[in-house]
């Protein structure tokens, strides 16, 4: 019998083969303060140093683009060593921007940037170490935005469940939720869940008519993996 067919199969029309989560595991990446002085850190992450900072500002694009402002708070959930971070920090108001990761070498990586940058000091982050996406652990905060930019392709199916789980949990009323590179997604996830799916975006121009997603550093679709991008929303929200 043949496997169920993914959004992305449906939205296409055509089968396309299931990708495995990503090959990095991430839990095992150590970063010395060496390292962290060199920049290792960013070999880790798809693109490597050349792509870098392209792909982090492109975030920051995406994210406006959605409609992001700068009073918004937003729960960057796998922020690695601030790819983007340092440029979504710089983008928000002071204590907007909280980025988590279960990676602890990351989180340091992230806390030594911002003290090396009195303007995103200022700006007052929140970087926390968190296993599982527990974001009981964020308290009582709740957020108008959660990005998960290349996070859960690299995830097994359990801890994608343990994602959407606890998301309803820490999303603000009416905030929304992005997921990138989410040709894996299945309806049955958001199942007896109160969060729903608002928008899928298949395309570049779905996201920015006219865009040359290349120039952010990414391989042009359909080879690229960065879509199907998802909008997920508490169920009871109304439309944007």
């Given at each position: 019998m043949?496997?169920?067919?993914?959004?992305?199969d449906?939205?296409?029309?055509?089968?396309?083969?299931?990708r495995?989560?990503g090959?990095y595991?991430?839990?095992?990446?150590?970063?010395?303060?060496a390292?962290?002085?060199a920049?290792?850190?960013?070999?880790h992450?798809?693109g490597?140093a050349?792509?870098?900072?392209r792909?982090?500002r492109?975030q920051v694009f995406?994210?406006?683009?959605?409609?992001?402002e700068?009073?918004d708070?937003?729960?960057?959930a796998g922020?690695g060593?601030?790819?983007?971070?340092?440029h979504?920090i710089?983008?928000l108001?002071?204590g907007?921007?909280c980025?988590?990761?279960f990676?602890?070498?990351?989180?340091?990586t992230?806390r030594?940037l911002?003290?090396?940058?009195?303007?995103?000091?200022a700006?007052?982050?929140?970087?926390?170490c968190?296993?599982?996406?527990?974001?009981?652990?964020?308290?009582?905060?709740?957020?108008?935005?959660?990005?998960a930019?290349s996070?859960?392709?690299?995830?097994d199916?359990?801890?994608r469940?343990?994602?959407?789980?606890?998301?309803?949990?820490v999303?603000?009323?009416?905030?929304?939720?992005?997921?990138?590179?989410?040709?894996?997604?299945?309806?049955?996830?958001l199942a007896?869940s109160?969060?729903?799916l608002d928008?899928v975006?298949l395309?570049?121009d779905?996201?920015?008519?006219?865009?040359d997603?290349?120039?952010w550093g990414?391989?042009?679709?359909?080879t690229g993996?960065l879509?199907p991008?998802?909008?997920v929303?508490?169920a009871?929200?109304?439309?944007?």
């Amino acid at each position: 019998m043949p496997a169920e067919r993914s959004l992305r199969d449906r939205l296409f029309g055509r089968w396309w083969p299931r990708r495995p989560p990503g090959r990095y595991d991430y839990d095992r990446i150590r970063l010395s303060p060496a390292d962290i002085e060199a920049k290792a850190y960013q070999r880790h992450l798809g693109g490597g140093a050349e792509q870098w900072d392209r792909r982090g500002r492109f975030q920051v694009f995406m994210l406006r683009a959605l409609g992001l402002e700068p009073a918004d708070r937003l729960l960057d959930a796998g922020c690695g060593p601030l790819r983007a971070g340092i440029h979504l920090i710089d983008a928000l108001d002071a204590g907007r921007y909280c980025g988590i990761d279960f990676n602890a070498d990351f989180i340091k990586t992230a806390r030594f940037l911002v003290g090396a940058d009195e303007r995103l000091a200022a700006k007052a982050p929140r970087l926390e170490c968190i296993s599982g996406f527990d974001f009981t652990r964020l308290g009582a905060v709740r957020f108008d935005w959660v990005l998960a930019f290349s996070v859960l392709n690299h995830c097994d199916e359990p801890t994608r469940r343990s994602f959407v789980t606890n998301l309803s949990g820490v999303l603000a009323p009416r905030g929304t939720a992005v997921i990138t590179h989410a040709d894996w997604f299945e309806e049955s996830l958001l199942a007896d869940s109160p969060l729903r799916l608002d928008r899928v975006l298949l395309t570049p121009d779905d996201l920015a008519p006219g865009i040359d997603i290349t120039a952010w550093g990414f391989s042009p679709a359909p080879t690229g993996r960065l879509f199907p991008m998802l909008l997920v929303r508490q169920a009871a929200a109304a439309p944007r």
